[in-house]
T-cell receptor
């Protein structure tokens, strides 16, 4: 049981490039989330999904897109990377009645 | 989410119990107390949660006062690897869309010394 896994661990992008951050969970959780955490700051919700085929915006969705074709996977797409997207990105999952969210190890992204 | 207040920091000796306090005087009847921690450069980690009864798992114990206005997270035998920022969060247990987002305050920094 690997829990929540994320790839890559680190990435440097140039301004205007695009990339996809991968997230997979093996706990059969319906809910999945993408957060970003800027240095010394708290978590900000980017997008979330309540099940396969259903996604919705969080607090800071601009510049990102998501899809959820399976229960296990919830990739985050960055289009036209900007320096303001330099951050650590965390994926999390939870079951509806548990209330506890389980996080991946994070992807540290730098946009230069 | 109801507001919580925690001390800024504390330390304890390795092998001793670490007792981390949290005040949540405005907690509602259907809100649980959750504890998470974040070790430097790692993802947040769920530790434990409870409604009103004391709870224990393999990581920690959670003691909630009878009036539910405060709680204490207990790490029974702290190790150096327990050095982290610990967050006390009060929220309903049922996930509900964007309302499910976790809001971490500043937390308490626990330093475990050798």
């Amino acid at each position: 049981n690997a829990g929540v896994t994320q790839t890559p661990k680190f990435r440097i992008l140039k301004i205007g490039q695009s990339m996809t951050l991968q997230c997979t969970q093996d706990m059969n959780h319906n809910y999945m989330y993408w957060y970003r955490q800027d240095p010394g700051m708290g978590l900000k919700l980017i997008y979330y999904s309540v099940g396969a085929g259903i996604t919705d915006k969080g607090e800071v969705p601009n510049g990102y897109n998501v899809s959820r074709s399976t229960t296990e996977d919830f990739p985050l797409r960055l289009e036209l990377a900007a320096p303001s997207q330099t951050s650590v990105y965390f994926c999390a999952s939870s079951s509806p009645l548990a209330g506890a969210q389980f996080f991946g190890p994070g992807t540290r992204l730098t946009v230069l | 989410d109801a507001k919580t207040t925690q001390p800024t920091s504390m330390d304890c000796a390795e092998g001793r119990a670490a007792n981390l306090p949290c005040n949540h005087s405005t907690i509602s009847g259907n809100e649980y107390v959750y504890w998470y921690r974040q070790i430097h450069s790692q993802g947040p980690q769920y530790i434990i949660h409870g409604l009103k009864n004391n709870e224990t798992n393999e990581m920690a114990s959670l003691i909630i006062t009878e009036d539910r206005k405060s709680s204490t997270l207990i790490l029974p035998h702290a190790t150096l690897r327990d050095t982290a920022v610990y967050y006390c969060i009060v929220r309903v247990a049922v996930e509900s869309g964007a309302n499910s987002k976790l809001t971490f305050g500043k937390g308490i920094t626990l330093s475990v010394r050798p």
